[in-house]
Nanobody, 113 residues
Framework: QVQLVESGGGLVQPGGSLRLSCAAS????????MAWYRRAPGKERELVAR???????NYEDSVKGRFTISRDNAKNTVHLEMNNLKPEDTAIYYC???????WGPGTQVTVSS
């Protein structure tokens, strides 16, 4: 069964950090362009970061310099390192294979004091 599962979400204070992980089963992520999306309350889902099979990355403007997407093909995992978190980063974060249009169920990130 092909599956993506996110982990690492939670409650963090403004200025804090979290590391999200996306683990795959049934597929090898090394041949996929992977991405992280998020949906904040009352808003549309938006692209946060993307990484190609060659390791090229791009980021949504508001997270540039704070978030880093990376991939570990040996562990079949993609990560999103999030630093200096802000309340407006509060959202459900989703992992997605852009190559085969596969979504994970999402993980909640809440930034609040």
């Amino acid at each position: 069964q092909v599956q993506l599962v996110e982990s690492g979400g939670g409650l963090v204070q403004p200025g804090g950090s979290l590391r999200l992980s996306c683990a795959a089963s049934g597929i090898f992520l090394g041949i996929h362009t992977m991405a992280w999306y998020r949906r904040a309350p009352g808003k549309e889902r938006e692209l946060v970061a993307r990484i190609t099979t060659a390791g090229m990355t791009n980021y949504e403007d508001s997270v540039k310099g704070r978030f880093t997407i990376s991939r570990d093909n040996a562990k079949n995992t993609v990560h999103l390192e999030m630093n200096n978190l802000k309340p407006e980063d509060t959202a459900i974060y989703y992992c997605k294979s852009e190559t085969y249009y596969i979504w994970g169920p999402g993980t909640q990130v809440t930034v609040s004091s």
